[in-house]
């Protein structure tokens, strides 16, 4: 059973209405529901327009094999269909572990000011997989190499491992196999803070980003949404509703 306390067009579409009501803008909106004749999930080019969004499939998604990308066509946990179904079959030679990652790239929007809101549904059906680790990917402002930075350096981070949900160096819950958890991660590139709740119930909000992001000085954009999964044999896991937004309040009356 699992822990209660667990883990943009700019059309920008306004998803509340009136006075003192804040507004989405939406990024990135996938329900992996887009495949094409081959079988294989269908690619976004990457924006670099406000008008080509919201991003309705991943800029990017490999799998390493023997890994499988599917659509997957029955409700697995309370997760309902359409989802992104990541299976990892057995290495010929020994077990291994296979991974898949994709992303949704969006450094050319130049996404610098506001508050963001990441959320997504997963089911993990195996205990021993690493992932999914999803990964905010910040940059220096202007995208300057010496502002750039690796994902694992990134605070922005929640993952999946050995029967635990990590978020970042927050802390950590448990997870139970075959239930599906409604994730949501909240960040604030003025305050350089974040949060992070697990259907609904907030594991922690308003954490510092690390001392050594903000005495640098910098000022940071959003580079990608990265996603990552690595498993191990006869593993699975599922994956919807992926959504980046960013969170404006409304104008005062």
């Given at each position: 059973?699992?822990?209660?306390?667990?883990?943009?067009?700019?059309?920008?579409?306004?998803?509340?209405?009136?006075?003192?009501?804040?507004?989405?803008?939406?990024?990135?909106?996938?329900?992996?529901?887009?495949?094409?004749?081959?079988?294989?999930?269908?690619?976004?080019?990457?924006?670099?327009?406000?008008?080509?969004?919201?991003?309705?499939?991943?800029?990017?998604?490999?799998?390493?094999?023997?890994?499988?990308?599917?659509?997957?066509?029955?409700?697995?946990?309370?997760?309902?269909?359409?989802?992104?179904?990541?299976?990892?079959?057995?290495?010929?030679?020994g077990e291994g572990i296979a991974g898949w990652n994709g992303g949704w790239k969006v450094e050319e929007l130049h996404l610098s000011e506001g508050k963001f809101e990441v959320s997504f549904q997963v089911t993990p059906m195996d205990e021993e997989f690493?992932?999914?680790?999803?990964?905010?990917?910040?940059?220096?402002?202007?995208?300057?190499?010496?502002?750039?930075?690796?994902?694992?350096?990134?605070?922005?981070?929640?993952?999946?491992?050995?029967?635990?949900?990590?978020?970042?160096?927050?802390?950590?819950?448990?997870?139970?196999?075959?239930?599906?958890?409604?994730?949501?991660?909240?960040?604030?590139?003025?305050?350089?803070?974040?949060?992070?709740?697990?259907?609904?119930?907030?594991?922690?909000?308003?954490?510092?980003?690390?001392?050594?992001?903000?005495?640098?000085?910098?000022?940071?954009?959003?580079?990608?949404?990265?996603?990552?999964?690595?498993?191990?044999?006869?593993?699975?896991?599922?994956?919807?509703?992926?959504?980046?937004?960013?969170?404006?309040?409304?104008?005062?009356?």
């Amino acid at each position: 059973m699992k822990t209660p306390a667990l883990i943009a067009s700019i059309l920008f579409l306004p998803l509340s209405f009136g006075f003192g009501a804040d507004k989405e803008n939406v990024i990135v909106d996938t329900n992996f529901s887009q495949w094409d004749a081959e079988g294989a999930p269908d690619l976004s080019p990457e924006p670099c327009d406000p008008a080509e969004l919201p991003l309705k499939n991943p800029t990017f998604l490999k799998a390493q094999p023997p890994t499988s990308l599917t659509l997957g066509t029955e409700t697995m946990g309370t997760m309902q269909t359409p989802y992104l179904l990541v299976k990892f079959a057995k290495e010929a030679e020994g077990e291994g572990i296979a991974g898949w990652n994709g992303g949704w790239k969006v450094e050319e929007l130049h996404l610098s000011e506001g508050k963001f809101e990441v959320s997504f549904q997963v089911t993990p059906m195996d205990e021993e997989f690493f992932g999914p680790i999803v990964i905010v990917q910040l940059t220096g402002k202007g995208g300057t190499p010496q502002g750039s930075m690796h994902p694992t350096q990134v605070p922005l981070q929640i993952a999946f491992s050995e029967g635990k949900i990590a978020f970042g160096s927050a802390g950590s819950a448990p997870y139970s196999q075959g239930a599906t958890y409604a994730i949501k991660m909240t960040f604030d590139l003025q305050e350089k803070t974040w949060g992070a709740s697990v259907d609904g119930a907030d594991i922690f909000q308003d954490e510092r980003f690390p001392d050594a992001m903000i005495d640098s000085g910098q000022s940071f954009e959003i580079h990608q949404l990265a996603m990552n999964v690595g498993g191990r044999p006869d593993a699975s896991v599922g994956i919807a509703n992926m959504k980046l937004a960013q969170i404006l309040p409304a104008k005062a009356p």
